[in-house]
């Protein structure tokens, strides 16, 4: 036909998929029979307004068939009533959309901000809404519209690869000019010779027979696989050394690309500094110097002599408590107990462990002994400052107030061992009874 | 510029085509067809992509340096990023306001020009995008303002308008894109059918979807589209009021006003249409659009321009008189401040781009005239970057105290950022030129009068006058 | 919003008040040029050089994390506790007085100076030169080694070189001592005194000079003249009522008293209860002094000595003293104008009426007759005992004269080895000396100094000079108090005291500096005990010099020159020059301190160099704009620098700070060898032997170009608008009255602005029991000395970030010390306002961070968490007092290791990481950062006070700007407990906060300013 003609060379090469084209066959590694045999898809009739389509439409509507549709360029109007199409159910699915939007956005800044981590901001409530209305607004549009337009997709059956229309070369220009309506044989009133009287009735442009597409083979085509194989071991990659990197083990430091502050120029405690010798940036102090508060000029208190000799009482500035007496057993659970044993027998368990191994390990003094009972105070506390024999000195470790804590301890300790009934009140001698 | 393209442009002359749909249809998809575009478009395309390269250059130092390459300092904190983040976002404003607000309006000329204002939404809303990321001062941990889990429970802080920006202007660019793509899709299936290429039809086809024209299938894409635009209307509307939150909810003097939001969209609409206008212009004339967007729309354009330009004309006033009426000193110095402090120059800049000039659309002569039309285009997308500077920097510039007051100097890498953010905008509006349908190919047919059964007959060749609709 | 009280209207630039046409013209220009060039790209390392040198280049070290050795004591000595800080006591001298310090040693480490609270003259403040010492201490460009010149090359030599070279030299000098000349910094050391007694004698006709780059001589001179025997004045301005001071600038880091004066003054301006102080002020430019003063006189220095003389004339006719060496009434002309005279009026009325109660502070740089006089003055007034007390100082051979001999014997060839001890004579002596070409001539020069400088390098000897934090030392404080020095780390680089070089030199038996000290005291200090008690302490109690009983003899009446018969004229050839020492370099030798370059100077608000000062006035009479590039010539000797307008500067007299121009500074201040600029000029080069720091007719010639002043106030021209927003707001933010007026209406302060009910939508979330820290800085007290400023950058670890980031403003000082004028241009008030984090309690700055970087905490801190920070600024963006401060570049850590500064190894770079306080973050780049009111210090104090399970008293808690602040305008506490000081502060009367009309809340409050002047003159 005349219209024909003139986009005929146009339409030959833009037709998505020709039966005179072997290399299109070939795209599809396994041969589908020939085209030929096909059975009968549907009836297609086509239309150059959209006015007669909207006539045919009513036709076919009234003729009961439900299996049929039309194609056009664009939305026809009126074609809806015409071809007796029902109101979606796509608003309702939006609706729910938006409300799920909406709660999300309220739980997310409710929980966040007042109840995971609740901060002090500004003087302000943990929770008013005002601040929150604008992320509300927003993430319910947000999902609103992604499903408005999900929806539509899947609702209409999209993405759809393939359909026996794209074999017929004109329907080719249903997205360009033409209109067309076709109607499928799976159509319960579908009969071959009624219905194509009933198509010629309403004076289509065209009238033709539409196969079942033999061609288009159903299953994806083996480079897709293949493509998709190949991007999937891709993407396994990363998580792949993520595995590697936290199962195995390694001498470097995790990466880390940018210090930021993490790595601080500053010196803490005990760090190394390369600009001295021992590469200490802890320094010890000039010799003579005397730090605030640190003049030690009690010779009672901090050396534990009185003019020159060994304090026999304890410096004034240490007062026997209940409170001390607690503090020096603490104090001597901790650092003298490991080696003396908790009964000072010089017992404790690194004696123990020592001896076992035995490489001339001498055993702590027991301090019940006579001679450690009769020294005077300011002697145990001189031993505990500067250590004695093998015994390291805990001065530095130890502050002069609970040395003599220990002393205290001490005392009591050997005194455990040491009293004699004639200090015991009548009724703890009724209760040794 | 004739000679570019008068004898070697395909895209001129008379659409091939026996019926108008026919025509229509030629004439955008020829377009997008073409084997080779003019050399008009290379020579564009290589500016564009050189400034492009500029973008990247500057913001790659200034992640290598610190942001102190910009001119930003105390008081002005916020220098030029965040002015072309604000002016990015409002130029994103027409697209959707065209494509959601005029649809709901039912303005059928909007199908002239919908579709690539919606590209320009999308294509804008990039730039913006870009500098909220990197004008932070450690640009490595943007991330940090998402809420995502962790163990340290370390949430985002939703009081901050910042906060409210980095959702509102992410819903805003992907429901826009939803939008843009959705329109898409029966005009990539028009592509496809005419496609003369394997990967075409390949490519079209996919993006295409199997989209055939299906009635029921209209039936529920009108739906989905009307629901779109109906959710993208105050989206459009909220948007630019929540980048206008970042001022108005501060403190500062000049910042602290509760005109912005309704002002800020006034101005958006304004500096959008007048992008639009400053694309289209040109667009029409090189890819043969005449016959498509006709004189007819540009001129309902600049109407819109000339509203909205009163609009912010009155909102500028409105500014000045309210910080009087306060009579709060702070306030009352700003505004006289920015009117005759240092920064004179360039609110008077500001005042004759988008309200003075302006002025003229209400001649018919000069709406009517195309080169008018660009050129006033061109100047209020000036002022409007204007109208962000003076708002950010003059008013930071002289706040409460005095002894901070200073004067904010650009350095050459912000000049560098400004001008590549128009490299990258420009490289991927003259993409979607040269790939994609410029025009609804299936919304200008359904607005034709062909389009309609109440009068059927073949289709004329006249495009004259407006088809109804009804 | 509208103000109730009549305000002085402010303004705080020459800029703002004349609209110079330069001016306009900047303003019209859209982005006015940079006026030194400086390129628009910043953070290139070219531009940052020195800023390498204080920064690391482990920033981007690596895509690994760091790796952290730890290194523990083997044996830890006793009372060292790692990560526990100790503090030591210390001293600092300068200018011949000690200034007893405390050092906190983080880990044997010192990093922090602070006044000793003990001393009895500094009691806790410190000034920021002293604060400074500590970055000294860990300067990279300190001398590593001795070295020795070889022909023109200088080579390095092992200290076993030198002792042999020493040993070698020693018989000749003891054969021929006559040769040796020793050039030793001006010291009240007893020590030194010994041991220059015993090199005296070692070496027998050696000769001692002590010098000094700045003016000692003239008090001296004038109390020998007044009362025949020179004498140390030591004030006691807590007692006076009415202070006079005549070009004094006592309160300010230079004066060696300082810190003394400013707290006098301090406690006398107390507007409460006890009577107020009232401050009169002659100067030529604006000094600390003049800020407090009341009343204040813009004249001529000059003009002081007629001046003087017309005020003795007066007082002494009305005392009927006339006759006793009273002056004559002088015939100067100016003396008869009204505001003079009334002026003169006033302030006798007010002496006369405050016998007793008054007394007179006279500049150093004034010649011996005028100090005479005002000692004369204060006798007369009977200020001896209650207000002045003098005690006895060693007669010293007139520096002008010492040096002239000195620079003679050695062009006759009369001087074969001279030995430089801690000056730097090449820069600082009077160009006219020739010193330079001097040391060259003599066979044997060995200089001990810090750095190589610019006398060490001509000196065939260089020997490093231990740093004041190195070495033992003794010296008298300013009234007399033996003050000990203790050092605080073994010198890092083999540095050798003062003392320790001349017991080597001397062949003394004892060597090592704690001996040498020790055996000086050995007296008073008889046992170990004593001894202890005293390092202990940091200075021996009850050493106080004895208070000597002086007569008044008679003076000789003098005549009075042309040039001091003038005031005022702004013409060329009669203008006059003042040298003064720099408030932050001193003399220069703190040139390479890059804390004290930055450091704004408390007037000027310059950083980063010297410019001279001129009068508005004079400034329009020779057509000088501000920052215009200026030609300054007296006497055949010529300046070149850019030219400040500063008002208050007195007609045709010009001010330039000493100590700039360094070319061997180091790698901050200058150091040619590196092709590193000078910062700034250097004014010696005006110096003359004859009149070394005043200078008569001089000229200012305008030359073409401008030069950039890097202040941080002021950087961009006010234009007529700014200006009418200034006059209208400054009287909203600063409140000020007078005595009757703040007596009448003492809430005055909470009036100037009238609000709404400042209420809130919302119940607070927290009702902060517990602590709830706040602040409150009384202006009445604050001097504006910026001590306060030097102390929060030591004790916070804020970076420094260089000139031509000072000129973009992106300057990080977390607390600023804003400057205002108010008044006419030639005789204007000051105010200063210190702007700390005001810890609003609805911080504005919180509620925009999108990643709650800060929020408050539970005892109503603004917490900064800066890990958490990104960087949007916009926290910046909402604060209406600006007081937080964001890293634009790599400030501290410098990643740009190919730069300009290759010369400067990663080892120097660890040597200068050692001032960082351990107990704060370094912030990197892109991080905001402010004041945080000390967190660190009040987390400490919580610390032990749990640990012993007892309550934070008051005022245990000091943060770093309240402990140093000489004058205690600042307190701080808890203010949840009604009887702290700072609650009582905030209950007080003239309390008000800034800005209250935002209902910010803040924490901090100032107490208002009150002015009081003499009912005459109003």
Redesign the interface.
């Known amino acids: 036909m005349p219209?024909m003609a003139?986009?005929a060379g146009?339409i030959t090469?833009?037709r998505?998929r020709q039966l005179e084209e072997p290399q299109m066959s070939e795209m599809h590694h396994k041969k589908p029979e020939s085209q030929e045999d096909a059975p009968l898809f549907g009836l297609l009739a086509e239309y150059?307004?959209?006015?007669?389509l909207?006539l045919a439409s009513q036709k076919v509507r009234d003729a009961g068939f439900t299996r049929w549709?039309?194609?056009?360029?664009?939305?026809?109007?009126?074609?809806?009533r015409a071809?007796g199409?029902k109101m979606?159910r796509?608003?309702w699915l939006?609706l729910g959309a938006a409300l799920a939007g909406l709660s999300l956005a309220i739980w997310?800044?409710w929980w966040?901000?007042a109840v995971?981590?609740p901060?002090?901001?500004?003087?302000?409530?943990?929770w008013?809404l005002p601040?929150?209305v604008?992320?509300m607004?927003?993430?319910t549009?947000?999902f609103?519209?992604?499903t408005?337009?999900v929806?539509?997709?899947v609702?209409?059956g999209?993405?759809?690869?393939?359909?026996p229309?794209d074999l017929k070369r004109r329907f080719?220009?249903?997205?360009?000019?033409k209109f067309f309506l076709l109607v499928e044989t799976r159509d319960p009133r579908f009969d071959e010779v009624l219905t194509r009287s009933l198509l010629e009735k309403s004076h289509p442009a065209a009238l033709e027979d539409v196969p079942e597409d033999r061609t288009t083979s159903a299953q994806i085509p083996t480079g897709l696989i293949y493509g998709l194989i190949v991007l999937t071991a891709i993407a396994v990659v990363p998580f792949a050394l993520f595995a590697k990197a936290r199962t195995t083990k390694s001498r470097?430091?995790?990466?880390?690309?940018?210090?930021?502050?993490?790595?601080?120029?500053?010196?803490?405690?005990?760090?190394?500094?390369?600009?001295f010798a021992?590469?200490?940036?802890?320094?010890?102090?000039?010799?003579?110097?005397?730090?605030?508060?640190?003049?030690?000029?009690d010779d009672a208190l901090y050396l534990g002599k009185v003019n020159g000799a060994w304090a026999r009482t304890f410096p004034s500035q240490v007062t026997p408590t209940a409170e001390l007496m607690d503090r020096g057993e603490q104090r001597f659970g901790i650092y003298c107990a490991p080696c003396h044993g908790q009964s000072g027998e010089g017992d404790g368990m690194v004696h123990l462990r020592a001896s076992k191994l035995g490489q001339g390990w001498v055993q702590p003094s027991n301090i019940h002994q006579q001679y450690i009972r009769e020294q005077p105070v300011g002697q145990l506390f001189n031993t505990i400052t500067h250590g004695i024999r093998s015994m390291p000195a805990y001065?530095?470790?130890i502050s002069a107030e609970d040395r003599w804590a220990i002393v205290l301890y001490l005392r009591a300790l050997e005194k455990s061992r040491a009293a004699n009934l004639g200090e015991l009140t009548a009724e703890q001698r009724q209760n040794l009874k | 510029m004739a000679t570019l393209w008068s004898e070697t442009n395909p895209y001129l002359g008379a659409p091939k085509g026996d019926t108008d749909f026919a025509r229509i249809t030629d004439n955008v998809a020829r377009v997008a067809e073409a084997a080779k575009p003019p050399m008009g478009w290379y020579i564009a395309f290589a500016i564009a992509l050189t400034m492009l390269t500029g973008f990247g250059a500057s913001l790659a130092w200034v992640s290598w340096t610190g942001i102190g390459a910009w001119g930003n300092m105390h008081p002005v904190a916020w220098g030029f990023p965040i002015v072309n983040f604000v002016f990015w976002v409002g130029i994103g404003h027409a697209g959707t306001l065209i494509s959601a607000i005029l649809f709901l309006l039912r303005q059928t000329w909007r199908t002239a020009i919908n579709r690539f204002a919606e590209a320009m939404t999308i294509f804008a809303v990039s730039c913006a995008g870009v500098f909220p990321g990197v004008h932070i001062g450690r640009p490595w941990m943007p991330y940090y303002m998402f809420p995502i889990p962790n163990q340290m429970n370390m949430w985002p802080q939703f009081r901050s308008p910042l906060e409210w920006d980095i959702f509102a202007v992410g819903t805003y660019f992907t429901i826009s894109l939803l939008f843009w793509f959705m329109g898409m899709i029966p005009d990539f299936a028009t592509l496809r059918d005419r496609a003369t290429t394997t990967p075409r039809r390949l490519i079209y086809g996919i993006v295409a979807m199997g989209w055939r024209g299906s009635s029921r299938q209209w039936h529920r894409y009108e739906r989905a589209y009307l629901l779109l635009a109906a959710l993208a209307t105050p989206l459009v509307l909220s948007v630019h009021s929540v980048v206008s939150f970042d001022f108005a909810t501060s403190q500062a003097p000049g910042w602290h006003t509760t005109i912005f939001p309704p002002y800020f969209v006034a101005g958006a609409i304004f500096g959008g249409f007048a992008m639009v206008v400053t694309l289209a212009v040109p667009a029409r004339q090189f890819f043969g659009l005449k016959r498509l967007i006709e004189i007819r729309h540009l001129e309902l354009m600049n109407k819109v321009i000339l509203a909205t330009g009163m609009m912010v004309g009155y909102a500028y006033g409105m500014e000045f008189f309210i910080a009087w009426y306060s009579g709060n000193p702070y306030e009352v110095f700003v505004f006289v401040n920015r009117a005759f402090g240092p920064y004179a120059w360039a609110y008077w800049t500001m005042i004759a781009c988008n309200v003075l000039i302006p002025q003229l659309h209400w001649f018919q002569k000069v709406r009517t005239n195309v080169w008018c039309t660009l050129a006033i285009g061109v100047v209020i997308n000036v002022g409007m970057w204007f109208e962000r500077f003076v708002i950010i920097c003059t008013s930071m510039s002289r706040d409460f105290m005095p002894a901070n007051w200073g004067y904010f100097v650009p350095s050459t890498i912000d000049y560098l950022t400004l001008g590549g953010s128009f490299g990258l905008f420009f490289t991927l509006f003259l993409l979607f030129c040269r790939f994609l349908p410029m025009v609804a190919i299936a919304e200008v047919k359904g607005a034709h009068r062909d389009a309609h059964a109440n009068h059927g007959g073949h289709g004329g060749h006249d495009h004259s006058h407006a088809p109804e609709t009804a | 919003m509208n103000a109730k009280h009549p305000r002085p209207t402010y303004w705080r630039s020459l800029a703002e008040l004349d609209q110079d046409p330069k001016f306009q013209q900047m303003l019209a220009t859209e982005f006015p040029e940079p006026l030194d060039g400086r390129e628009m790209a910043p953070g290139t390392p070219a531009r940052r050089r020195f800023l390498q040198i204080m920064g690391a280049s482990f920033a981007l070290g690596g895509c690994r994390f760091q790796e952290d050795k730890l290194l523990p004591f083997s044996r830890r000595p006793e009372g060292v506790l790692p990560g526990e800080p100790r503090r030591f006591a210390t001293a600092m001298e300068l200018g011949g007085v000690a200034t007893g310090l405390v050092v906190t040693s983080y880990d044997g480490r010192p990093v922090k100076v602070e006044g000793s609270p003990l001393h009895p003259t500094s009691g806790g403040g410190a000034s920021s030169l002293h604060q400074a010492l500590v970055l000294g201490l860990y300067d990279p460009d300190r001398s590593e080694g001795i070295t020795r010149l070889q022909g023109q090359a200088r080579v390095a030599a092992l200290p076993a070189q030198f002792e042999e070279f020493v040993a070698a030299e020693r018989p000749n000098w003891q054969s021929r001592g006559s040769s040796v000349r020793v050039l030793s910094s001006l010291s009240s050391s007893p020590s030194l005194a010994a041991m220059k007694q015993r090199f005296l004698t070692a070496f027998a006709g050696a000769k001692w000079i002590d010098y000094s780059a700045v003016e000692t001589d003239n008090l001296e001179a004038g109390t020998t003249l007044c009362f025949g025997k020179p004498h140390q004045a030591v004030y006691q301005l807590e007692n006076a009522r009415i202070v006079l001071s005549v070009h004094s600038d006592v309160a300010s880091s230079t004066d060696p008293a300082g810190i003394v004066a400013g707290r006098g003054l301090a406690r006398g301006r107390v507007p409460e209860g006890q009577p107020m102080s009232r401050v009169y002020a002659v100067e030529s430019s604006l000094s600390l002094i003049g800020g407090i003063a009341d009343h204040r006189l813009s004249m001529s220095a000059g003009s002081a000595k007629a001046f003087l003389a017309a005020l003795d004339a007066e007082l002494s006719s009305k005392l009927g003293d006339a006759g006793k060496g009273a002056q004559p009434k002088p015939a100067a002309k100016f003396l008869a104008e009204p505001s003079i005279a009334k002026f003169i009026a006033a302030l006798t009325q007010d002496l006369l009426a405050n016998r007793g109660a008054a007394v007179l502070l006279v500049g150093s740089r004034l010649p011996p007759e005028v100090q005479a006089l005002a000692q004369r003055l204060n006798v007369l007034l009977d200020g001896v005992g209650r207000t002045v007390t003098y005690h006895e100082v060693p007669v010293r051979e007139r520096r002008k004269d010492a040096l002239q001999a000195l620079v003679q014997d050695i062009q006759a060839g009369r001087v074969e080895t001279l030995l430089v001890l801690g000056e730097n004579p090449v820069l600082t002596a009077p160009t006219d000396l020739g010193f330079a070409a001097a040391l060259a001539k003599v066979k044997t020069s060995i200089a001990l100094s810090e750095f190589e400088d610019e006398t060490a390098l001509l000196s065939s000897w260089h020997v490093p000079l231990a740093h004041p934090l190195e070495a033992w030392g003794d010296s008298l404080a300013h009234d007399g108090t033996i003050t000990l020095a203790q050092p605080l780390i073994a010198p890092l680089f083999g540095g050798r005291s003062v003392l320790e070089l001349l017991a080597l030199l001397a062949n003394d038996p004892k060597r090592d500096g704690l001996e040498i000290v020790r055996r000086t005291h050995a007296g008073s200090l008889p046992n170990q005990k004593a001894w202890d008690r005293a390092v202990h302490d940091g200075f021996i109690s009850g050493t106080m010099a004895a208070p000597a009983s002086v007569t008044v003899g008679v003076l000789p009446t003098f005549a009075l020159a042309e040039s001091e018969l003038r005031n005022g004229e702004a013409s060329n050839g009669k203008l006059e020059i003042v040298l003064a020492p720099d408030s932050k370099v001193y003399d220069g030798r703190f040139g390479n301190s890059s804390w004290l370059q930055e450091l704004p100077e408390p007037l000027s608000k310059q950083t980063w160099g010297n410019a001279v000062w001129l009068s508005p006035g004079t400034g329009k009479a020779l057509s000088i704009a501000d920052g215009d590039l200026v030609k300054v010539s007296a006497a055949g000797k010529e300046l070149t620098l850019p030219a400040l307008h500063v008002p208050g500067q007195a007609e045709g007299s010009l001010r330039i700070a000493l100590g700039y121009g360094r070319y061997a500074a180091g790698h901050v201040g200058g150091l040619a060898s590196a092709n590193v600029d000078p910062v700034g000029a250097n004014a010696y080069v005006l110096s003359a032997l004859g009149a070394p720091f005043l200078l008569s007719d001089a000229s200012i010639t305008r030359l073409d170009g401008r030069q950039a002043i890097a202040s941080v106030q002021d950087l961009h021209a006010i234009d007529a608008v700014g200006q009418a927003g200034i006059d209208e707001r400054r009287g909203l933010l600063l409140a000020e009255a007078n005595l009757e007026e703040f007596q009448k209406e003492p809430d005055f302060a909470k009036h100037l602005v009238h609000h709404p009910p400042l209420e809130s939508m919302w119940n607070d979330p927290v009702s902060y029991e517990g602590h709830k820290w706040g602040m409150a800085i009384d202006l009445n007290k604050c001097t504006g000395c910026s001590a306060c400023i030097t102390a929060c950058q030591a004790e916070n670890n804020i970076p420094v970030v260089g000139k031509d980031s000072v000129l973009m403003g992106r300057e990080m000082l977390w607390l600023r010390v804003d400057r205002y004028f108010s008044g006419s241009p030639e005789n204007p008030k000051l105010s200063f306002q210190p702007v700390p984090c005001q810890q609003c309690e609805n911080a504005p700055c919180e509620q925009v961070c999108p990643v709650g970087a800060t929020m408050h905490s539970h005892e109503g801190l603004n917490d900064m968490v800066y890990n958490r920070c990104i960087g949007t600024r916009y926290c910046s963006a909402n604060c209406p007092y600006k007081v937080r401060r964001f890293n634009y570049l790599n400030f501290h850590l410098d990643k740009v290791e190919a730069t300009p500064f290759q010369t400067v190894t990663n080892k120097k770079k660890l040597l200068m990481h050692m001032v960082f306080n351990p107990e704060v973050t370094v912030r990197a780049r892109g991080v905001m950062e402010k004041c945080t009111f000390c967190v660190q210090r009040i987390q400490n104090v919580k610390i032990k006070a749990k640990n012993v399970k007892r309550s934070i008293a008051d005022g245990e808690i000091k943060t770093a700007c309240q402990q140093t602040c000489p004058a205690s305008a600042i307190t701080f506490g808890d203010l949840n407990d009604p009887t702290s000081l700072v609650a009582k502060d905030h209950a007080l009367p003239r309390a008000y906060s800034i800005l209250e009309e935002l209902n910010n809340r803040p924490r901090v409050r100032y107490l208002a300013r009150i002015r009081n002047p003499h009912p005459e003159l109003g």
Do not use: C
């Not at chain 1, 901060?119 to 943990?126: A, E, Q, R, Y």
């Not at chain 1, 080719?172 to 000019?177: E, H, K, L």
């Not at chain 1, 021992?278 to 000029?297: E, F, K, W």
């Open positions: 219209t003139g986009t146009m090469l833009t998505p150059n307004t959209p006015s007669e909207i549709d039309t194609f056009t360029p664009f939305p026809v109007h009126g074609i809806d071809m199409i979606t796509l608003p939006v997310l800044q966040t901000n995971d981590y901060w002090i901001i500004s003087g302000k409530p943990f008013s601040a929150n604008p992320i607004f927003e993430l549009v947000l609103a519209g992604i408005a337009m929806g539509m997709l609702m209409n999209l993405p759809e690869p393939a359909h229309l080719a220009r249903a997205t360009d000019d470097n430091t995790r990466i880390h690309a940018i210090a930021d502050m993490d790595s601080q120029p500053k010196f803490k405690t005990q760090r190394e500094n390369l600009i021992d590469g200490r940036s802890m320094r010890d102090p000039v010799a003579g110097t005397v730090a605030q508060g640190q003049l030690r000029d001065g530095p470790q």
